[in-house]
């Protein structure tokens, strides 16, 4: 059962609203379920001979005493709103059982405290099957507007002891940290359109992928008007600086047709101009020359950046764990992006699901997460997939994401929970794509067997209480490949298994050759890089990484708008 909260000012363009047909003729026989008084509450639905006119009297007639008291001057915003809409699935609910859920509402949101007899007046309209619309015009009896403090949240509590009396589906609470649901006429508007999304929705998806890539804030702005998307910038009136940015989706008109804006902070809460700048550097730091050695880098730079924040998260550090999820959300849109084959879409499906898990009401630390915020925005900049490195970064992300619906499972963070859980899911379905014909290959390159031979008494040696595990693993042959390339780039196979073993505790892998298969794959090749620390070169210009622009985001190809909105 879902509550959405609101105010406005006018009374009788709601109830037309209300009883009317709705924008798409899908009212059906509109009724008043529940009011403060259902004798003295003109019902336009059933009653012949009532008007808008008179029920807006009604439930206007002290807002009227107190605009005399003001001077004519109506109080501001003073009509408040709140549709109720069971989910998807439920039980159809009757007009007695919408009443007691109406009387609830308004009694835990403090606009009709049950016994108070100078309470607000209100309605509650039912014109469908799943939902109904409670009003109110916030003025008492006596003159004062009624305590609404946080009524968002009271109502949201209030719909989850409902959901258990009445036997509804249980949905997850929230926190205020959600990003805002798309109205009903922006969803109408998208199905006339015949996109998939809301432009709402389509202008968060892009705002993230580009801030996940982008280096700066200037380069943010830049990206996204070079994707088509309209930027209006808010500037401070003493010192010029950016206070403020609006989106508009490229074709997004109004009636008039002028761009529909969308303020950052109103698309997600981390999305607005001071959140961005809390995780974007600063230019000095922005402007230093990178250097990269090896093409390979970003991808094992960020595998280790996730595996140290899976050990971030088991701290106890809270302001740090949050920080490392935030960073993470952005690693899952230039991984997508960095990714090429059939399970990038698994990948783009898990970074949007991410989304609401990598916010909370716990206040993010984000300079904890510098290292693993570089190292995936070194992924927007890569040029190539280096094949088995990915698919062990796509393993170690799955952890990651485990841990993280872990995390906020043992903090109440039940929704951020479900959306991690979801992101796991679609992680691990790509992992399975991308990793089951490489670890077939490596099965089919297994080394001689006096090689894997020796490899098996170096496993018995080194991790004697996980051998058994280890070499019952259906991926132990690819684990003998690996070990062979490992050894010919120069590392020591009994050394490499004892660092892979201790990186993180084997016991509850359930494959425990698989991950350390895919934790020594991520090794450097120790011979490549002795060659090249002993080569010599005319100058640090040549080992410069020349600078470009990211990869395009995922899914932020202006031509591509209507297929994924």
Not at 251 to 271: F, H, Q
Not at 390 to 418: D, M, P, S, V
Request: charged share 25%.
């Amino acid at each position: 059962m879902v509550p959405d909260v609101s105010t406005g000012s006018n009374t009788r363009g709601l109830i037309a609203y209300l009883f009317g047909p709705g924008r798409r003729d899908e009212h059906t026989n509109p009724h008043i379920v529940a009011a403060w008084d259902m004798a003295g509450a003109p019902d336009p639905g059933r009653d012949p001979a009532a008007t808008y006119s008179q029920l807006a009297k009604r439930l206007d007639h002290h807002v009227d005493l107190r605009t005399r008291e003001l001077g004519g001057k109506k109080p501001p915003q003073h009509v408040w709103h709140c549709p109720v809409r069971t989910a998807p699935g439920d039980r159809y609910l009757t007009d007695t059982e919408w009443a007691e859920a109406a009387r609830r509402i308004v009694h835990a949101t403090g606009i009709a405290p049950e016994g108070d007899e100078k309470a607000c007046r209100w309605i509650a309209v039912r014109h469908a099957a799943d939902h109904i619309h409670i009003m109110a015009t916030t003025v008492r009896a006596d003159g004062r507007r009624p305590r609404t403090h946080r009524d968002g949240q009271r109502a949201q509590a209030e719909c989850r002891k409902i959901e258990a009396e009445f036997g509804l589906r249980r949905l997850k609470s929230g926190d205020l940290t959600a990003p805002r649901t798309p109205t009903g006429a922006e969803r109408a508007k998208a199905e006339r359109q015949g996109q998939t999304v809301t432009a709402r929705q389509w202008l968060r998806e892009q705002a993230y992928a580009v801030a996940a890539a982008v280096r700066t804030e200037a380069d943010y702005f830049t990206v996204l008007q070079s994707l088509g998307i309209k930027v209006k910038t808010r500037l401070g009136p003493e010192t010029g600086d950016v206070i403020g940015y609006s989106l508009a989706a490229p074709g997004d008109t109004n009636a008039a047709g002028e761009p529909v804006w969308y303020g950052g902070s109103k698309l997600a809460p981390d999305l607005s101009i001071n959140r961005l700048r809390e995780r974007l550097p600063d230019q000095k730091v922005a402007d230093r020359p990178r250097y990269v050695a090896d093409p390979a880098d970003p991808w094992r730079h960020t595998t280790t950046a996730i595996h140290t924040a899976r050990t971030v998260l088991d701290s106890g550090d809270d302001a740090a764990a949050q920080g490392h999820l935030a960073a993470f959300g952005d690693a899952l849109y230039n991984i997508a992006s960095a990714t090429t084959g059939p399970h990038r879409a698994e990948l783009r499906a898990a970074a949007t699901a991410f989304n609401r898990a990598r916010r909370s009401a716990t206040r993010a630390d984000h300079q904890t997460a510098t290292a693993l915020r570089k190292a995936a925005k070194e992924l927007a900049y890569a040029s190539n997939e280096p094949g088995g490195l990915a698919i062990a970064l796509l393993f170690a992300t799955l952890h990651l994401a485990r841990a993280a619906a872990k995390w906020h499972e043992q903090r109440g963070h039940e929704q951020q929970a479900a959306a991690a859980q979801e992101a796991l899911r679609h992680l691990h379905a790509g992992y399975q794509q991308a990793a089951a014909p490489v670890l077939a290959d490596l099965t089919r390159r297994a080394p001689r067997a006096a090689t894997t031979r020796r490899y098996e008494q170096d496993v018995r040696a080194t991790l004697p209480d996980h051998a058994d595990r280890i070499l019952a693993d259906p991926t132990w042959t690819a684990l003998t490949t690996t070990l062979a390339h490992a050894e010919t780039a120069g590392h020591n196979p009994r050394r490499l298994l004892t660092e892979a073993g201790t990186l993180r505790e084997l016991d509850s892998a359930e494959h425990p050759a698989e991950v350390l298969n895919w934790r020594i794959t991520t090794q450097p090749n120790r011979r490549t890089q002795a060659a090249r620390s002993r080569s010599t070169t005319s100058g640090t210009s040549a080992m410069s990484a020349a600078p470009h622009p990211p990869a395009t985001p995922v899914a932020t190809r202006p031509e591509d708008r209507s297929r994924h909105r």
